[in-house]
Every structure is written in structure tokens, then in C-alpha cells.
């Protein structure tokens, strides 16, 4: 048999029939759901007198809308509420598992699924979501579809599907000091583009990333839609399995060592190809700050913002004008020189356990900046659970961020977590665009590290020099 | 699903490059329980200035861009989140055909779902474009999925690609999950072998 990447055994081992010209029908085996791409989902069932396929290979929680403050008091938008009321409904009629508001394992869809061991090796994951690439993490084909999508996969368990192209990204080397996969994440995004993964599944490769958590490998496939690819992936290790056994969802027993033996399989063999390739050293990543309204507009902190004046390109110069003037930054500024207003420590990017043990280590006796409001929002009930028993809470609050609970939160900013126009914010989530996190609102991507140096300095500071 | 098959329109100009789609419908838009209505939302906030009032020099705020249904653009266009609100939102408008350069992957699929035709065309064609609409009052362009050319006024014919499955599925207004629906067959067939493969895929998660 031909060598075959990763992308490869798992795409074939879910093909369920194909056409002459490649149109390929793709078994799906699990679909996560949240409250706002799947009610017109379930309404077209309900039209169609249709209904799920397996909905056991389904797991739906809201997210997106719910309030990060005490939810005793419910939920002031009326829409929100309504929103997250017709999920709990049409998951009582059509039999789906829940998990409500009120549950333990409530959380960032893609921060439960791998929690739960939902998200398994080579298996196909979908969401109505985007950021579904962060479950590639565990070596799954994970990507977001739209609505429609997703009624079909409820219907039909299968997708019809092109088979992507493959990329892979190799990063050699050791990360220096408190540089992490997101800095890696921007790194490739700045160096390869919005649209240089589109076509493409990215897989992960090198020692730099075998050498990530399994936290670190998440934030690292979530951001692989900015980088233009629907899916990442990174071929599953003892780290994997280590971190998926045991998992309320995950196989047991006997079932589970069968597992084991299927997962080692899945590496990339020797000699087999991608079709495009792209190396970075590990060393050559600084910590990385957005400075605009792309994910692509990003530069090591130690940079200065870009002057659209020495662009050759007129689009690119078009384009670097208009994020500079939302920005309110001029250009050649040192991005050290940068101040903020708002931290946002969380997302379905970075707001898993480790992500909140370093944050809390380096904010534990300082203080944020009086100019500056900070919050922490873990990523599930169970990740605050855990930092509450980690004595983590308190570290953030003596430091003057607020905890908070579970959820999408200001990352997109549909709850009631809103920046106000022209504020400025260190936000440890994925996307920079305009309005992205309240209208008028300037957000800055960074680490965790680099969020937690900047809310207590009151500006971006290079986290590996910091004191 | 309407069927797609020729249509001719007027254009409106969006010449900015990775419109993403928070900015196609912002966030407060997507709490909606339906696929209709949404144009109320469609680049809501690019239609405003910063008092509120309606921007005048935004291409849909403009009267001779009204009841354009062909809109042309740049690279990368719906880049970002999956909503499928972004494509319901320019339906509602009007729009069942956009033309660009290239586009990102989710979108140009959401497209397809909801009887819309994303064409891409080449860089240089679609510059030479944006300047005719930009200086052409009533700027139309004529698209032909069956032949797969977008032809100017000036009787120029731009040829696109496009996938067969996509295109029969558009042209004849076909219903995806009913197709899908016809290979249960094929698929419980493929659930059958695939649980003795790999057992592990198949117990009951509640």
C-alpha cells in the first residue's frame, strides 16, 4: 500500500461511498451542537418530519450566549435566553444528551469534548462551529460546518465532502522561555497567511510540537481556521492516550486497549507526501501581538507596528491602513509602547487548566494595573472546579482579575461580556476582527503569559525578559 | 431549494480583501431562531458612522447600487466563523451570486446549501470589473452556471470552475439530504463494518 499521511488513513477509513469525480459521502462519527448555528438545524428536521441518524453520536451545551456572572439570576437578554430555552427543547425531542446551564460539564463546546473524551483519535468530528479544528489535536479529521451541514450530518451521520488537500507544518526545535503554541499559532499564521491553509488540512509535525500538552496541541489546531485550514492535526502519542483515558466518555476496559492499538497506527508513514510543506525553528518565535483587524496582522513583541508606506502591495497597504486607523495605533509605534484597557483571559483558544496554572503562577503577588480591567473565564465548569481546588481562583482575585464561569464569554462578545467602542484589549482568544469583542473595539491576540504581563504593566511587555 | 441556472444583475462593489464574517453579521444578529430577516444585520456595522446615523458613501447605502444581486469582491472573502447567518444575510438581500478572487472554504460551501452561487474568477478579471461598476451606472453582469462564464456588457466572457456534484446539485435545485438519504444503504452498510473495526466508535454515549 502507497505510504499515507495521517489526514489520509483517517479520511479513507471514513469513506462510505465515492463518485467518478472524487465527490466523496464521509461517515461522521460524532457532532458536537451549541445554541447558536443548530435551531435552524432541528427546525428543518422537524419540516422534513426527519429525524437523527444516532443521536448518541451527539453531545450539545450552550455556550456562546450564556452569562459568565451568577446564573441563579437567569439571563437578561431575552434572545439569549430564548436561544438557549429552544436547544434544551429540541434536544428533549430529539433525544440528544445535554449539557444544561446548570450542569457541572457545562463549558466552551471544544473545551468538553476532549474533557469528556468525546474527542477521540482518527475518528471524524464535526460542529457548527469553526474552531471544531482544536479537536485535530488528538489526531481527529475535526472541522466547522454550517447550519444546513449540520442537519445533515443530525439526518444522515455523513457529509458530502472533496477531499482537501494536505499541508504539513513542521516546527522544529525548543520554544524559548514561556513562549507557547499560541505564539507558534500566530507565528504561522503571520508567516503563511489568513489564506494560506484554505484547500488545506494542516498537519503538525516536529519536535517543537511533539514536545506541546495536549492543551498546547488544542490551542494549536483551534487556530488553524485563522490560518485559512478547516482542520489541524497532530498525530496522537502516549500524550494522547495518557490524557484521554479515564475520561467519562472514553472507551474502557478492553474496548480501550483495542483503541490504543488502531491509535498507534495513526502516524504519518515514512516517505509519504503532502502537498505543500512549510518549516519553522522554534528558537526564531518570539511572543506574538496583534496589532491589527487580521489574525495575520501579528509581529513578535519586540516589533514595531507595520507603516503601510513600505508596502509595495495596494491591497496590502489598502488593508494596513484600514486596521491601523480602527486601531488607533500609528505606525513604527514599539508594540511595547501599546497600553490596554482590557484583559481577556479565556475562549475555547486558551482557557484549559494549564492555560490557568501559568497565568495564575505569573500573576500570583502582583497586582493589575490600575488602569486596566481583567478577567478570567475558564473554558468549562469542571476547568473552574479544578482551579478552585488548585487554590487558582484566589491567586486571580488577590491579583485583581475577576473569575468568572464558564463560556464563550468575550471572545465574541454574544453574552453580555462587551467591550466598549475604542477600548483596547489583551485578549488571549482567536480573532482580531473588527468589532469582534463590541463594536468599536480593538482587540490584541496574545498568550496567556503575555495577557497576564500586560493587565498588571498596563502595556504589552516581552514575557520572557519580565520580572 | 430554487434552482440556479442563468441569471443577470445589477453588481454592488465590496472592494476590501478577507471580509470576514463578523463583519458580513455582526454577533448580535445571530441569536435568531430563523434563517429569514436577516438582512437588517448585513454589514451592519460598515452601514453606520460613528453617530449612528446610515454611512452615505457605504455601496448599499448608495441608490444606484439598490436591488443589486450580484455582488463582486476580493480575496478571502467570508473568512472567520462558520454562521451561516453570513449567506441567509445576503440572501435576504438580494444577493444569489458573489464573485471574487477566492473565497474561504466554509462559506463558499455554505453557499452552495442555500441556492447561491459563489464564482471565482481571476484576480485581474475582477479588478477590470471593479473598476466598471465603480464607473458604469447600472453595471450588470450576466452568469451562466450551465456554461460556467460570467459575461460583461462588453460582451467579454470570464470562464469558472466549479465542482460537477456542486454544480448539478445548483442547477437543479436539489434537496443535499434527500441525495444523502438515498445511499442509507450504503451507509448502514458502512456502520456495519466499520463497528467491527473499530467497536470502540459505537457505544452508546448517554
Redesign the interface.
Known amino acids: 500500500m502507497a505510504a499515507q499521511t495521517l489526514f489520509d488513513k483517517t479520511w479513507e477509513?471514513h469513506v462510505?461511498?465515492s463518485?467518478p469525480?472524487g465527490?466523496t459521502?464521509l461517515?461522521i462519527?460524532r457532532q458536537l451542537v451549541h445554541e447558536?448555528?443548530s435551531?435552524?438545524a432541528f427546525?428543518g428536521l422537524k419540516l422534513?418530519g426527519?429525524r437523527p441518524?444516532r443521536p448518541?453520536?451527539t453531545?450539545a451545551v450552550p455556550d456562546?450566549?450564556v452569562p459568565t456572572t451568577d446564573r441563579t439570576l437567569g439571563i437578561a437578554?431575552p434572545?439569549?435566553a430564548?436561544?438557549i430555552r429552544?436547544l434544551e427543547e429540541n434536544c428533549r425531542d430529539f433525544d440528544i444528551?445535554l449539557f444544561g446551564m446548570s450542569d457541572i460539564r457545562q463549558g466552551v463546546v471544544h473545551v468538553i469534548g476532549p474533557e469528556q473524551g468525546?474527542t477521540?483519535p482518527?475518528?471524524t468530528i464535526v460542529c457548527?462551529?469553526?474552531h471544531t479544528s482544536t479537536h485535530g489535536a488528538f489526531g481527529a479529521l475535526a472541522f466547522?460546518?454550517?447550519?444546513?451541514?449540520v442537519?445533515?450530518v443530525l439526518?444522515?451521520?455523513?457529509l458530502?465532502q472533496?477531499r482537501p488537500k494536505t499541508m504539513e507544518i513542521r516546527v522544529d526545535g525548543v520554544l524559548p522561555n514561556l513562549c507557547s503554541a499560541k505564539d507558534v499559532i500566530l507565528a504561522i499564521i503571520g508567516k503563511i497567511g489568513?489564506?494560506g491553509g484554505?484547500?488545506y488540512v494542516i498537519e503538525y509535525t516536529g519536535s517543537a510540537i511533539r514536545a506541546l500538552s495536549m492543551e498546547g496541541r488544542m490551542t494549536l489546531c483551534n487556530m488553524s481556521?485563522e490560518a485559512?485550514a478547516?482542520a489541524g492535526m497532530v498525530a496522537p502519542d502516549e500524550k494522547t492516550i495518557a490524557y484521554i483515558k479515564g475520561r467519562p466518555?472514553a472507551?474502557t476496559g478492553e474496548?480501550?486497549e483495542?483503541?490504543v492499538r488502531?491509535w498507534q497506527q495513526l502516524t504519518t508513514d515514512m516517505n509519504a507526501s503532502y502537498d505543500a510543506t512549510v518549516a519553522l525553528k522554534a528558537e526564531d518565535i518570539a511572543p506574538q501581538v496583534s496589532w491589527g483587524t487580521?489574525p495575520g496582522m501579528v509581529i513578535g513583541v519586540n516589533g514595531k507596528v507595520p507603516d503601510p508606506h513600505t508596502m509595495a502591495d495596494e491591497?496590502t497597504r489598502?488593508?494596513t491602513e484600514?486596521a491601523l486607523a480602527y486601531m488607533g495605533l500609528t505606525a513604527n509605534m514599539p508594540i511595547t509602547e501599546i497600553t490596554i484597557d482590557k484583559v481577556f483571559i479565556g475562549s475555547c483558544t486558551n482557557a484549559r487548566i494549564e492555560d490557568l496554572r501559568l497565568a495564575a503562577s505569573l500573576a500570583k503577588g502582583k497586582h493589575v494595573a490600575k488602569t486596566v480591567h481583567a478577567m478570567v473565564v475558564p473554558g468549562s465548569g469542571l476547568v473552574k472546579q479544578q482551579a478552585e481546588q488548585e487554590g487558582l481562583d484566589q491567586l486571580f482575585k488577590e491579583a485583581g482579575f475577576e473569575w468568572r464561569e464558564a463560556g464563550c464569554s468575550m471572545c465574541?462578545?454574544?453574552n453580555a461580556d462587551v467591550l466598549q467602542p475604542g477600548e483596547r484589549c489583551a485578549s488571549t482568544s482567536n480573532?482580531n476582527?473588527?468589532?469582534?469583542q463590541g463594536?468599536g473595539g480593538r482587540t490584541h491576540l496574545v498568550s496567556p503569559a503575555m495577557a497576564v504581563a500586560a493587565a498588571i504593566e498596563g502595556h504589552f511587555v516581552d514575557i520572557r525578559t519580565w520580572k | 431549494m430554487q434552482p440556479f441556472t442563468t441569471m443577470s444583475g445589477l453588481v454592488a462593489p465590496l472592494d476590501?480583501?478577507?471580509v470576514?464574517t463578523?463583519?458580513i453579521i455582526?454577533?448580535?444578529f445571530?441569536?435568531?431562531?430563523?434563517?429569514t430577516g436577516l438582512r437588517e444585520g448585513l454589514f451592519y456595522?460598515w452601514r453606520k458612522q460613528k453617530d449612528g446615523s446610515q454611512d452615505p458613501t457605504f455601496f448599499l447605502n448608495q441608490p444606484r447600487f439598490q436591488g443589486a444581486t450580484i455582488l463582486l469582491t476580493?480575496?478571502?472573502f467570508g473568512?472567520?466563523?462558520?454562521?451561516?447567518h453570513a449567506?441567509w444575510a445576503l440572501l435576504d438581500q438580494g444577493f444569489r451570486c458573489i464573485i471574487a478572487p477566492?473565497f474561504?472554504?466554509?462559506f463558499y460551501?455554505?453557499c452552495f446549501?442555500?441556492g447561491m452561487l459563489p464564482v471565482v474568477l481571476k484576480a485581474d478579471e475582477v479588478l477590470a470589473m471593479m473598476n466598471d461598476v465603480l464607473t458604469t451606472p447600472g453595471y450588470q453582469l450576466t452568469v451562466d452556471l450551465g456554461n460556467q462564464t460570467v459575461a460583461t456588457p462588453g460582451n467579454t466572457h470570464c470562464c469558472f470552475e466549479i465542482?460537477?456534484?456542486r454544480k448539478d446539485c445548483l442547477y437543479r435545485g436539489l434537496d443535499?439530504?434527500g441525495?444523502?438519504?438515498q445511499?442509507?444503504d450504503?451507509?448502514a452498510a458502512?456502520?456495519t463494518r466499520?463497528k467491527a473495526?473499530?467497536?470502540?466508535?459505537f457505544?452508546?454515549?448517554?
Open positions: 477509513s462510505v461511498r463518485e469525480d465527490t459521502l461517515y462519527d447558536v448555528t435551531p435552524q427546525e422534513s426527519r441518524r448518541s453520536a453531545l456562546h450566549n437578554d434572545l439569549s430564548i436561544q429552544t444528551t468525546f477521540l482518527g475518528t457548527g462551529d469553526s466547522g460546518i454550517g447550519t444546513s451541514e442537519e445533515h439526518a444522515t451521520q455523513c458530502v472533496k489568513t489564506a484554505t484547500g481556521i485559512g478547516r466518555l472507551p474496548l480501550f483495542q483503541a488502531a487580521s491591497n489598502k488593508a484600514q465574541l462578545a454574544m480573532r476582527f473588527e468589532g469582534r463594536a | 476590501r480583501v478577507n470576514d463578523d463583519q455582526p454577533k448580535q445571530l441569536k435568531t431562531i430563523k434563517r456595522d476580493r480575496d478571502n473568512c472567520g466563523s462558520s454562521r451561516e449567506p477566492s474561504a472554504d466554509i460551501n455554505n446549501q442555500n465542482d460537477s456534484f443535499a439530504i441525495l444523502t438519504l445511499h442509507k450504503a451507509i458502512y456502520e466499520r473495526e473499530a467497536p470502540w466508535l457505544t452508546d454515549l448517554r
